[in-house]
């Protein structure tokens, strides 16, 4: 495999406004971001962005800046368009997409998610962890993946997300984790296709895949990554942050 790791990035946030330029430690958010991407050192990272506002700290912060159109309504759709722009000549095989509001995500577990993806049955690979807290078993905006367990370690081969509790009965539920890797074939496939029932009725993306016959497997992580949607979030990035960098 070679990688490209790209972090779709965008201002038109409705509860959290300029989110990615908000101030973590004396950096903008999607800094961290990218920081935490380069250390996964899997590939070389870039930002898509159609914000000259974010273009211009993340070149300032020394990352690689692809600008796109404005009129993406995905992640997906905007990565789709930078790896166009980036890789021409088709060097990579597979795209990582970050999300740009993972300001905490342990670079580990970026660097896990491409693990699935050896198998060349597996055409999108992403990341779960346990849900530990009752509260998020039947929360809505827990997404939760409802896979079978595969031989190999920590491995789950997803048969379905859902934002209602499932599976049914004794037994661990898993909160999905909106960070995948593609094979680029299937970035090239899933960004052709119109949303699909399911994807419209549950409101998740990645349903589209399934219902396409797409194989997605999911590696297990210890925790979930915060992601920053709100100003109490926000506050949150900043104590994680302000905590490890006193630990070193």
Same mark, same amino acid.
């Given at each position: 495999?070679?990688?490209?790791?790209?972090?779709?990035?965008?201002?038109?946030?409705?509860?959290?406004?300029?989110?990615?330029?908000?101030?973590?430690?004396?950096?903008?958010?999607?800094?961290?971001?990218?920081?935490?991407?380069?250390?996964?050192?899997?590939?070389?990272?870039?930002?898509?962005?159609?914000?000259?506002?974010?273009?211009?700290?993340?070149?300032?912060?020394?990352?690689?800046?692809?600008?796109?159109?404005?009129?993406? /309504?995905?992640? %997906?759709?905007?990565?789709?368009? =930078?790896?166009? $722009?980036? @890789?021409?000549? *088709?060097?990579?095989?597979? #795209? +990582?997409?970050?999300?740009?509001?993972?300001?905490?995500?342990?670079?580990?577990?970026?660097?896990?998610?491409?693990?699935?993806?050896?198998? /060349?049955?597996? %055409?999108?690979?992403?990341?779960? =962890?346990?849900? $530990?807290? @009752?509260?998020? *078993?039947?929360?809505?905006? #827990? +997404?939760?993946?409802?896979?079978?367990?595969?031989?190999?370690?920590?491995?789950?081969?997803?048969?379905?997300?859902?934002?209602?509790?499932?599976?049914?009965?004794?037994?661990?539920?898993?909160?999905?984790?909106?960070?995948?890797?593609?094979? *680029?074939?299937?970035?090239?496939?899933?960004?052709?296709?119109?949303?699909?029932?399911?994807?419209?009725?549950?409101?998740?993306?990645?349903?589209?895949?399934?219902?396409?016959?797409?194989?997605?497997?999911?590696?297990?992580?210890?925790?979930?990554?915060?992601?920053?949607?709100?100003?109490?979030?926000?506050?949150?990035?900043?104590?994680?942050?302000?905590?490890?960098?006193?630990?070193?």
């Amino acid at each position: 495999m070679k990688p490209l790791v790209l972090i779709p990035s965008r201002l038109a946030a409705t509860r959290l406004p300029n989110k990615p330029l908000a101030d973590i430690a004396g950096d903008p958010m999607i800094v961290h971001v990218w920081r935490r991407a380069c250390e996964a050192d899997i590939g070389p990272v870039a930002i898509a962005t159609d914000a000259e506002e974010i273009a211009e700290v993340v070149t300032k912060a020394g990352a690689q800046v692809v600008m796109t159109s404005a009129n993406h /309504t995905t992640g %997906s759709d905007r990565i789709h368009e =930078a790896l166009q $722009k980036l @890789d021409p000549a *088709r060097e990579y095989d597979v #795209v +990582v997409n970050v999300q740009g509001d993972l300001p905490t995500i342990d670079p580990k577990a970026i660097a896990a998610s491409i693990q699935p993806l050896d198998d /060349t049955a597996v %055409s999108i690979a992403t990341l779960v =962890a346990e849900i $530990k807290v @009752d509260e998020e *078993r039947s929360n809505p905006n #827990v +997404v939760k993946m409802v896979g079978t367990k595969l031989f190999a370690p920590n491995r789950y081969r997803a048969l379905y997300f859902t934002r209602a509790t499932a599976p049914y009965g004794d037994g661990p539920l898993y909160h999905h984790i909106g960070l995948y890797a593609y094979r *680029r074939m299937a970035l090239e496939r899933f960004v052709t296709m119109s949303p699909s029932q399911l994807e419209i009725r549950e409101k998740l993306e990645q349903l589209r895949a399934i219902e396409a016959g797409m194989r997605i497997d999911a590696m297990v992580v210890d925790d979930v990554p915060l992601g920053v949607d709100t100003p109490a979030d926000l506050e949150r990035a900043r104590q994680i942050i302000a905590e490890r960098q006193t630990a070193k």
